[in-house]
């Protein structure tokens, strides 16, 4: 995504931001753990427009096409329009991601303690809900055929092998690499911990969600989490008795990177879209570029 030549100071995977007002820029060093950072926010979006819209275009052929692919393209649409969301903090400094990549767990079977393997899939801010199904499908394709699972599954592998000691010593090289901006780009792209967002789909197994914790190690600033959808029985202003349809949200985010009232934006945006599936059916009119 990014067509900005890489200057001192800047990471494989984003650019630093220099224009950041001065408290954003100590908020790293106040909070130096990304947990210590966390926005923790429930929301329940109604989704009987968007349930009808997906039904008639799984019948238009798109199978699977499911909440969790409007959300992501949710997402995406809004970093089209507030890209300080796909930011990320590294060795206490802010950064511009250069592409937007979602990461999520995929499971060949429902039953306990089946092995998931996670994916990540890279988007662009021009993305359409019809982008993110095609994308989607072909990595997770790529995943579900191969006996050995995702590349960040073999490299857990083969650490999960090392002697305790040889283990903790590594993570310890891996997270001071890391600070630094040394990691290896392999290795970035393999990482299930350096992304813009991570989402799970816990209403595919027919529970609420959770409130699911971002990582220190990496630069994850984002986690989703939505459930199975549910009936509410509202009144309207005639005393007419309605069904709606809800799914229930809950996200944890990163403070480092925006603050609260952008966060905000970002929800009042997805409300939008939820009335509107149609927005994220077609590619932007303009995309934001961030500040620099």
């Given amino acids: 995504m990014s067509k900005n030549k890489r200057r001192y100071g800047d990471r494989k995977e984003g650019r630093l931001i220099r224009s950041l007002p001065p408290f954003y820029k100590l908020i790293p060093y106040m909070t130096p753990h990304r947990c210590d950072r966390c926005n923790q926010h429930e929301e329940s979006f109604e989704v009987s427009v968007v349930d009808k819209r997906l039904r008639q275009l799984r019948v238009s052929g798109y199978k699977e096409m499911s909440v969790l692919h409007f959300l992501i393209a949710a997402y995406i649409r809004a970093v089209s329009m507030m890209p300080g969301l796909n930011r990320f903090v590294a060795g206490r400094r802010v950064y511009a991601r250069n592409d937007i990549e979602i990461v999520l767990s995929v499971r060949q079977d429902r039953r306990a303690g089946a092995p998931a ?48 000691f040889l283990l903790r010593f590594t993570m310890s090289v891996l997270k001071f690499m890391d600070y630094y901006g040394w990691l290896p780009e392999g290795a970035i792209n393999a990482s299930p911990f350096h992304g813009s967002m991570a989402i799970s789909d816990l209403g595919s197994l027919g529970v609420s969600p959770v409130y699911h914790h971002i ?78």
């Fill in 215 to 292: 990582y220190n190690f990496g630069t994850l600033p984002m986690y989703i989490s939505f459930g199975a959808k549910r009936h509410s029985y509202e009144l309207n202003r005639k005393g007419e008795m309605l069904d709606k349809k809800y799914v229930d949200c809950k996200l944890v985010m990163d403070e480092g990177i925006v603050d609260a009232h952008y966060y905000a934006q970002l929800i009042q945006a997805f409300k939008v879209m939820f009335s509107h599936p149609e927005i994220v059916e077609t590619p932007p009119g303009k995309v934001i570029d961030d500040i620099y």
């Fill in 117 to 164: 393997a996670n994916v990540k899939v890279s988007f662009e801010p021009t993305d359409t809900i019809f982008d993110v199904y095609r994308k989607i499908n072909d990595r997770v394709s790529e995943i579900l055929v191969s006996e050995e699972g995702s590349t960040a599954d073999e490299y857990a592998d083969m650490a999960s092998r090392l002697p305790r």
